[in-house]
């Protein structure tokens, strides 16, 4: 098949690459001589990389769109600029990915774009699967509400789009996870809060198992939570890190440290989600790694 990526080089894009050598890869990149030193070591055998989409008329030849590009939402400050830069490297792009497909006389039969679990803002401890409707003004569930409504105006009889409403990802190459590490490692780990707020996670592997089963399941259509089936709260994720990386677990972070130093993105850290992948469980897919004990052990051991 001919499939087309974006954000490629990220921290999911490069596990996925991984999982599709056999077929035609397109890369829209912005940078192509940093995407090439990025995925190097891959040694894709049929990749050929693009800066832009000018010389696209049509998406004829394409069968697949993987559509993961987006500005890092936590690794800045939400600025009035950065929160522009946000939505627009985002929607816009997904705009033009959808009207590229509408303007196919034979488009790709399958369109997954990203999104988040921030599209549902914070529930405290209540159980949430995809069939919640929300409308708030929160700035996450407006980018993700913007990000989605893009991506499905693709969708009709010849092209299935599939929205993946992501958790938090754990990887042993970066992420959260990677940002989390060191003040456990030095025994600073602990809860933030009281640490009742519930996070929503999902092991690298299940992440990429999870968009190789939504291409190849010509029936999945539609939002698809994906996150392990059994969220837990963020005491427990604390203390399951500081256990597996044999460290103490007794500091905690005040909730107004966080906003302080983080200002509004802090709720990623203190909103409550307790999220579930109720489609793709009835879809019969199979999480490796459905308890934060064995992802942690797998990804630190």
């Known amino acids: 098949m001919k499939i087309l990526i974006t954000g490629s080089t990220g921290l999911i894009g ?8 056999g077929h035609h890869l397109i890369l829209l990149t ?11 070591h891959l ?11 000018s010389s696209f008329p049509n998406f004829n030849d394409i069968d697949i769109i993987i559509n993961l590009a987006g500005e890092p939402i936590a690794d800045k400050k939400w600025t009035k600029k950065q929160k522009k830069k946000i939505i627009q490297s985002r929607c816009e792009l997904t705009q033009q990915l959808s009207e590229l497909c509408l303007a196919s006389s034979t488009p790709p039969s399958c369109f997954i774009s990203g999104s ?26 407006q980018v993700c509400q913007e990000w989605e409504s893009k991506a499905l105006q693709a969708q009709n009889d010849n092209t299935r789009v599939c929205i993946l409403r992501t ?46 089963h939504l ?19 963020n005491r427990v994720f604390s203390q399951a890190l500081a256990g597996t990386l044999q460290r103490p677990h007794f ?44 992802a942690l052990k797998q990804l630190l051991q």
């Open 251 to 294: 500091l905690f972070t005040p909730k107004l440290l966080i906003k302080t130093i983080l200002g509004e993105s802090a709720v990623l850290l203190l909103d409550s989600q307790r999220i579930r992948p109720k489609r793709l469980v009835n879809e019969g897919f199979k999480f490796r790694y459905s308890r934060i004990e064995s």
């Open 215 to 233: 291409v190849f399941e010509e029936q999945s259509h539609g939002i698809y939570n994906i996150t392990a089936p059994h969220p837990v709260t």
């Open 116 to 141: 988040a679990i921030g599209y549902y803002g914070s529930h405290d401890n209540k159980n949430i699967d995809e069939s919640m409707q929300v409308s708030l003004p929160d700035f996450t569930h």
């Open 14 to 21: 490069k596990q996925l690459l991984d999982h599709l050598k």
């Open 30 to 40: 912005r940078n192509i001589k940093k995407a090439q030193l990025s995925l190097n």
């Open 43 to 53: 040694a894709l055998p049929h990749v050929e990389f693009v800066s832009d989409l």
């Open 167 to 212: 958790g938090i990802v754990l990887s042993q190459s970066g992420g959260a996870l990677g940002k989390m590490l060191l003040p456990y490692k030095l025994g600073l780990g602990g809860p933030i809060g009281n640490g009742k707020q519930y996070m929503s996670w999902i092991h690298i592997d299940d992440m990429v198992s999870a968009i190789l």
